[in-house]
């Protein structure tokens, strides 16, 4: 399994990014999927969890409302929009996968993680 993610960028506070995430080797929309994060100095933060059990996506109250996560299965890619990027943002994020359902948005429970792309939010 190979998880590609892009989209990753300078933005400026309040800006925008959409960062995508394809797979070879696995069928996304049908197991657990999701996007952590890791900030410098701090430990990796699941972001965006979604469970193919009941089609249904978690959110950390640090990016509800202004984080989204899709799924486009016929390009075997996911993808997660950003919204109204803050400094604390900063990091790189991972896409990540499971041959599970569902699982918790810890990062030690995934096994599956791309290469990370860099997301920095600074005026």
């Known amino acids: 399994v190979q998880l590609q993610a892009s989209g990753g960028g300078s933005v400026q506070p309040g800006g925008s990014l959409t960062l995508s995430c394809t797979a070879s080797g696995m069928t996304l929309g049908m197991y657990a999927v999701g996007w952590f994060r890791q900030a410098p100095g701090k430990e990796r933060e699941g972001i965006s969890c979604f469970s193919s059990r009941n089609e249904s996506t978690y959110y950390p109250d640090s990016v509800k409302g202004r984080f989204t996560f899709s799924r486009d299965n016929s390009k075997n890619t996911v993808y997660l929009q950003m919204n109204d990027l803050r400094p604390d943002d900063t990091g790189v994020y991972y896409c990540?996968?499971?041959?599970?359902?569902?699982?918790?948005?810890?990062?030690?429970?995934?096994?599956?993680w791309g290469q990370g792309t860099l997301v920095t939010v600074s005026s």
């Open positions: 990540v996968a499971d041959y599970r359902a569902t699982l918790p948005c810890k990062y030690i429970y995934w096994g599956y």
